[in-house]
């Protein structure tokens, strides 16, 4: 069964169409990928689906009900985190602190317990305090949990953005190049985080150049190239398809 | 030593309000007495500011209109209609906060100096509506005759240090909470902030709301302190003297908003030996500290001041 | 109300609209040079005023020679102040919001400044254009009015060619737009946007010796006239030349119109009202100002 898909979707900026009438589906518990040369229309499609951007046509729909114009907190609320591709993590405050972030939907403390202090915030807190340990663990930041977050180098903080999209328990987690910027080392661990998180029965669409990672870890990869989707399948079968090649290429580029 | 340092520093709260509680039974003059209690009542409004800016970075230039809400609302209401002073005290903050959500509206839309200029006109409006609205407000005569909640002085001053005391626990703990870390996500990285879920809009006006509550409480102990009020006690220049007082705070470090409202309120006073230049010297002061807000030493500054709750003062972006 | 009188409200509104759009014009170019709003061009606008005072009236020279002494004197207090405070805190990549501060604590520091040395009280120098109206088609205006106009036109137009024909001009223009490639091209950005301060403290200069013989003088006038220039430059779309003299215009009329028309106390809230209306409908301005976020 589908999870996640969108229909006949469409963006629009100005006369420009950034995402052209697209087909995706994510099936539950898949890993799938979004390729496509630069300005692609990538990040745009992942900007949609979370409500950062509203569409101009079509639908989104995740498990089973329709999402397209919701706000991205409602989006966030029906199960969907999503990570940036220019990092966005909060630098002056703590590691810990980051992820606690992502706990927000999950956290009921209200500003009456708050002020006062009430227990129920203790018992919170104290719950939280686990999970949170666990998922920087997971992504192996434990160590740093009380450090700033501008203190911490490049990939630390991408990782720290995994970290914190999946403490809100997403159904499905939207990875935008996770890899860009890591150095071999750091990618390979970066595959087992995300094998790791795609175990604990979440699904994963991630947009990647890397296409070691993207090879390693998704069952199905789309291709699009000016916001149209030019080809679809496992990625052994699309790394072979002309269009594919053409549009990496481009235009008799292909010598 | 550093573990007698460290005690200071986690009740550094407790030792100044402890402190401050010395004050009257020193025998203090009733000038330099009245100064601490404007002081403390200037820090609640200044602790506003530490939610609205510090924590959210929502600047602000109109909270002397909304401490003017709170101050008439309270004169008003006891003076015209003669309501018992406690109850006028618990509705006037409630008025303010109800004015202050409005205010916020138009936050979703508009940041920056955009919403700094809302704020202004919001300030002005309030203003100009006091000035010519006499039936109501007295005018440009005041409205005098005002009766504390507590008559007398040193009463009076006891449950200011006691309501400074509360309202910074208060913003402590929620610096703390999730609304807190939703409030400095906001502040950080608003897209970040509702992709993980916060409701910006209701944050924005959660964050307003909280703040006018505390700068109508303010503005109502002022009317007790003054027993009077004019409309030249609430103009822009107010306002922007009390944002002064938060940035000299560290502007999201609650010791700091605290110990810079009784400072700030009584440099005027200390140099009393230049009257006429005193403001300029203020404001001078103010001018160096921005321009080296990063270079001055603030850790040093906050190993005495305690933890900040937020943001660094002068944080680049 | 008959014909000449409104179209002698429309003159009056015009002047006090020009010489809010001269202010608000300031604020905009330094908005683009270095995207900081200053909340203090109303006190450097005041301040404008009583070196004109000074200068005309105390020490008694020629107005086209006050005049100039008092837009040099300022241009020059702005350039000292972009190279020794404002550039300073850019170049350390400030909070940006903590400039902005610094511009209020500016403000503050004029105000006190002006009242320290001027003192409190209201003053004003002899209308340098006489005082007799004079009249065009069977409407009566005063000189000044009229000086204004033809002061502020020659300005805009000589403010555009400087812009536009002259190499500092070109190089401030390439500065407010594209920062780090007029950095490359060789384009000196920090003389760039202290010349930058300099124009704009010189309007501001400009503007405030110019409403001296409509409104006296007071060390806080400013405060009330930046409040105008601020919605001036919103209303008219934040960091657009035209838009700064449009919005300006626009409420010097739509002020003078409502104090006659509809009830003079409440003319500044029906302004402010405009504005955050204004801003809530249509945030850019009528010159739609740029002001969405790339994610």
């Given at each position: 069964?589908?999870?996640?898909?969108?229909?006949?979707?469409?963006?629009?900026?100005?006369?420009?169409?950034?995402?052209?009438?697209?087909?995706?589906?994510?099936?539950?518990?898949?890993?799938?990928?979004?390729?496509?040369?630069?300005?692609?229309?990538?990040?745009?499609?992942?900007?949609?689906?979370?409500?950062?951007?509203?569409?101009?046509?079509?639908?989104?729909?995740?498990?089973?009900?329709?999402?397209?114009?919701?706000?991205?907190?409602?989006?966030?609320?029906?199960?969907?985190?999503?990570?940036?591709?220019?990092?966005?993590?909060?630098?002056?405050?703590?590691?810990?602190?980051?992820?606690?972030?992502?706990?927000?939907?999950?956290?009921?403390?209200?500003?009456?317990?708050?002020?006062?202090?009430?227990?129920?915030?203790?018992?919170?807190?104290?719950?939280?305090?686990?999970?949170?340990?666990?998922?920087?663990?997971?992504?192996?930041?434990?160590?740093?949990?009380?450090?700033?977050?501008?203190?911490?180098?490049?990939?630390?903080?991408?990782?720290?953005?995994?970290?914190?999209?999946?403490?809100?328990?997403?159904?499905?987690?939207?990875?935008?190049?996770?890899?860009?910027?890591?150095?071999?080392?750091?990618?390979?661990?970066?595959?087992?985080?995300?094998?790791?998180?795609?175990?604990?029965?979440?699904?994963?669409?991630?947009?990647?150049?890397?296409?070691?990672?993207?090879?390693?870890?998704?069952?199905?990869?789309?291709?699009?190239?000016?916001?149209?989707?030019?080809?679809?399948?496992?990625?052994?079968?699309?790394?072979?398809?002309?269009?594919?090649?053409?549009?990496?290429?481009?235009?008799?580029?292909?010598? | 030593?550093?573990?007698?340092?460290?005690?200071?520093?986690?009740?550094?709260?407790?030792?100044?309000?402890?402190?401050?509680?010395?004050?009257?039974?020193?025998?203090?003059?009733?000038?330099?007495?009245?100064?601490?209690?404007?002081?403390?009542?200037?820090?609640?409004?200044?602790?506003?500011?530490?939610?609205?800016?510090?924590?959210?970075?929502?600047?602000?230039?109109?909270?002397?209109?909304?401490?003017?809400?709170?101050?008439y609302?309270?004169g008003i209401l006891?003076v015209t209609y003669?309501?018992?002073?406690?109850?006028?005290?618990?509705?006037?903050?409630?008025?303010?906060?109800?004015?202050?959500?409005?205010?916020?509206?138009?936050?979703?839309?508009?940041?920056?100096?955009?919403?700094?200029?809302?704020?202004?006109?919001?300030?002005?409006?309030?203003?100009i509506l006091i000035l010519n609205w006499e039936k109501l407000t007295g005018g440009p005569y005041g409205l005098g005759?005002?009766?504390?909640?507590?008559?007398?002085?040193?009463?009076?001053?006891?449950?200011?240090?006691?309501?400074?005391?509360?309202?910074?626990?208060?913003?402590?703990?929620?610096?703390?909470?999730?609304?807190?870390?939703?409030?400095?996500?906001?502040?950080?990285?608003?897209?970040?902030?509702?992709?993980?879920?916060?409701?910006?809009?209701?944050?924005?006006?959660?964050?307003?709301?909280?703040?006018?509550?505390?700068?109508?409480?303010?503005?109502?102990?002022?009317?007790?302190?003054?027993?009077?009020l004019?409309p030249?006690?609430?103009?822009?220049?107010?306002?922007?003297?009390?944002?002064?007082?938060?940035?000299?705070?560290?502007?999201?470090?609650?010791?700091?908003?605290?110990?810079?409202?009784?400072?700030?309120?009584?440099?005027?006073?200390?140099?009393?030996?230049?009257?006429?230049?005193?403001?300029?010297?203020?404001?001078?002061?103010?001018?160096?500290?921005?321009?080296?807000?990063?270079?001055?030493?603030?850790?040093?500054?906050?190993?005495?001041?305690?933890?900040?709750?937020?943001?660094?003062?002068?944080?680049?972006? | 109300?008959?014909?000449?009188?409104?179209?002698?409200?429309?003159?009056?509104?015009?002047?006090?609209?020009?010489?809010?759009?001269?202010?608000?014009?300031?604020?905009?170019?330094?908005?683009?040079?270095?995207?900081?709003?200053?909340?203090?061009?109303?006190?450097?606008?005041?301040?404008?005023?009583?070196?004109?005072?000074?200068?005309?009236?105390?020490?008694?020279?020629?107005?086209?020679?006050?005049?100039?002494?008092?837009?040099?004197?300022?241009?020059?207090?702005?350039?000292?102040?972009?190279?020794?405070?404002?550039?300073?805190?850019?170049?350390?990549?400030?909070?940006?919001?903590?400039?902005?501060?610094?511009?209020?604590?500016?403000?503050?520091?004029?105000?006190?400044?002006?009242?320290?040395?001027?003192?409190?009280?209201?003053?004003?120098?002899?209308?340098?254009?006489?005082?007799?109206?004079?009249?065009?088609?069977?409407?009566?205006?005063?000189?000044?009015?009229?000086?204004?106009?033809?002061?502020?036109?020659?300005?805009?137009?000589?403010?555009?060619?400087?812009?536009?024909?002259?190499?500092?001009?070109?190089?401030?223009?390439?500065?407010?737009?594209?920062?780090?490639?007029?950095?490359?091209?060789?384009?000196?950005?920090?003389?760039?946007?202290?010349?930058?301060?300099?124009?704009?403290?010189?309007?501001?200069?400009?503007?405030?010796?110019?409403?001296?013989?409509?409104?006296?003088?007071?060390?806080?006038?400013?405060?009330?006239?930046?409040?105008?220039?601020?919605?001036?430059?919103?209303?008219?779309?934040?960091?657009?030349?035209?838009?700064?003299?449009?919005?300006?215009?626009?409420?010097?009329?739509?002020?003078?119109?409502?104090?006659?028309?509809?009830?003079?106390t409440y003319?500044?809230?029906?302004?402010?009202?405009?504005?955050?209306?204004?801003?809530?409908?249509?945030?850019?301005?009528?010159?739609?100002?740029?002001?969405?976020?790339?994610?």
């Amino acid at each position: 069964m589908a999870l996640l898909q969108t229909n006949q979707l469409v963006k629009k900026f100005g006369g420009l169409t950034a995402v052209d009438n697209l087909d995706l589906e994510v099936k539950d518990g898949e890993i799938c990928g979004l390729i496509g040369p630069n300005g692609s229309g990538k990040t745009t499609v992942l900007n949609v689906i979370t409500g950062i951007y509203k569409d101009d046509g079509g639908k989104v729909i995740f498990d089973g009900k329709e999402i397209q114009g919701l706000m991205p907190h409602q989006v966030c609320e029906m199960g969907i985190a999503r990570t940036f591709q220019n990092i966005r993590v909060l630098g002056s405050q703590t590691v810990y602190d980051n992820v606690r972030l992502g706990l927000h939907i999950r956290t009921k403390a209200d500003l009456f317990n708050i002020i006062f202090n009430t227990k129920k915030v203790a018992r919170e807190n104290e719950a939280i305090r686990e999970e949170i340990e666990e998922a920087l663990d997971l992504v192996g930041l434990l160590e740093y949990k009380n450090e700033l977050t501008k203190n911490l180098p490049y990939g630390k903080q991408k990782v720290l953005e995994i970290a914190r999209a999946i403490v809100a328990k997403p159904k499905i987690l939207l990875l935008d190049e996770p890899a860009a910027g890591l150095n071999t080392a750091e990618t390979e661990d970066l595959m087992d985080i995300v094998r790791n998180i795609s175990k604990r029965n979440t699904s994963i669409l991630l947009i990647e150049h890397e296409m070691a990672f993207v090879e390693g870890l998704t069952s199905k990869v789309y291709v699009i190239n000016y916001g149209k989707k030019i080809a679809e399948g496992t990625y052994n079968e699309i790394k072979n398809n002309p269009g594919v090649i053409e549009a990496y290429l481009g235009r008799g580029g292909s010598n | 030593m550093g573990k007698a340092f460290g005690f200071f520093k986690k009740n550094i709260l407790l030792i100044i309000v402890l402190l401050l509680a010395l004050v009257p039974v020193a025998g203090v003059p009733s000038y330099q007495f009245y100064i601490i209690e404007r002081g403390l009542q200037n820090a609640i409004i200044v602790l506003s500011l530490v939610i609205l800016l510090g924590y959210t970075g929502l600047l602000s230039l109109g909270h002397a209109g909304l401490l003017a809400v709170g101050a008439y609302t309270f004169g008003i209401l006891t003076v015209t209609y003669g309501i018992n002073p406690w109850i006028a005290l618990m509705v006037a903050p409630v008025v303010a906060a109800a004015l202050g959500a409005l205010l916020g509206i138009p936050s979703f839309k508009l940041s920056g100096p955009f919403l700094v200029v809302t704020t202004i006109a919001f300030g002005e409006i309030v203003r100009i509506l006091i000035l010519n609205w006499e039936k109501l407000t007295g005018g440009p005569y005041g409205l005098g005759g005002i009766k504390s909640v507590i008559p007398s002085a040193k009463g009076m001053y006891y449950f200011l240090l006691v309501l400074v005391f509360l309202v910074s626990v208060a913003t402590m703990r929620l610096s703390k909470s999730r609304i807190g870390l939703a409030f400095k996500a906001i502040k950080e990285d608003e897209v970040a902030a509702e992709v993980m879920g916060v409701n910006v809009r209701r944050y924005k006006l959660l964050a307003f709301t909280i703040s006018s509550f505390m700068a109508g409480l303010s503005g109502a102990l002022f009317a007790c302190l003054t027993n009077y009020l004019n409309p030249d006690s609430f103009t822009f220049a107010e306002s922007a003297t009390y944002l002064l007082m938060v940035v000299l705070g560290g502007m999201a470090n609650v010791v700091g908003a605290v110990a810079s409202a009784l400072g700030v309120t009584a440099l005027p006073e200390v140099l009393r030996f230049m009257v006429r230049s005193r403001m300029v010297v203020y404001s001078l002061v103010l001018l160096l500290v921005i321009r080296y807000s990063k270079s001055l030493n603030m850790k040093t500054l906050r190993k005495v001041l305690g933890k900040p709750e937020g943001s660094t003062l002068g944080g680049g972006e | 109300m008959s014909l000449v009188t409104f179209v002698q409200l429309i003159i009056q509104g015009l002047n006090m609209g020009l010489i809010y759009a001269l202010a608000a014009l300031g604020i905009s170019l330094i908005w683009n040079a270095t995207s900081l709003f200053n909340f203090s061009q109303g006190d450097l606008l005041t301040i404008g005023g009583y070196v004109m005072l000074t200068a005309f009236s105390y020490l008694a020279l020629p107005y086209p020679v006050a005049f100039l002494i008092t837009v040099v004197v300022m241009g020059v207090a702005g350039y000292m102040l972009s190279k020794g405070y404002f550039y300073p805190m850019f170049k350390q990549n400030f909070n940006p919001q903590i400039i902005l501060i610094g511009t209020v604590a500016l403000s503050i520091f004029v105000r006190n400044g002006i009242l320290l040395t001027w003192g409190p009280d209201a003053q004003t120098y002899a209308n340098p254009f006489g005082s007799k109206a004079v009249e065009i088609l069977g409407v009566n205006i005063m000189p000044h009015y009229i000086w204004n106009v033809v002061i502020v036109a020659v300005l805009v137009v000589a403010l555009q060619m400087f812009l536009r024909g002259t190499v500092i001009g070109i190089a401030m223009r390439a500065v407010a737009q594209k920062p780090v490639a007029a950095s490359l091209m060789g384009v000196k950005v920090e003389q760039m946007v202290s010349m930058t301060f300099l124009l704009s403290t010189g309007l501001a200069a400009i503007s405030g010796l110019l409403v001296a013989p409509i409104i006296p003088l007071i060390p806080e006038m400013g405060g009330l006239l930046a409040i105008k220039a601020f919605a001036a430059v919103l209303i008219g779309g934040l960091g657009s030349f035209a838009g700064a003299l449009v919005g300006g215009v626009i409420i010097g009329i739509a002020e003078v119109l409502f104090a006659t028309l509809v009830v003079s106390t409440y003319k500044d809230v029906f302004i402010f009202a405009v504005l955050i209306l204004f801003l809530l409908i249509r945030p850019g301005g009528i010159f739609k100002a740029d002001i969405s976020e790339k994610v």
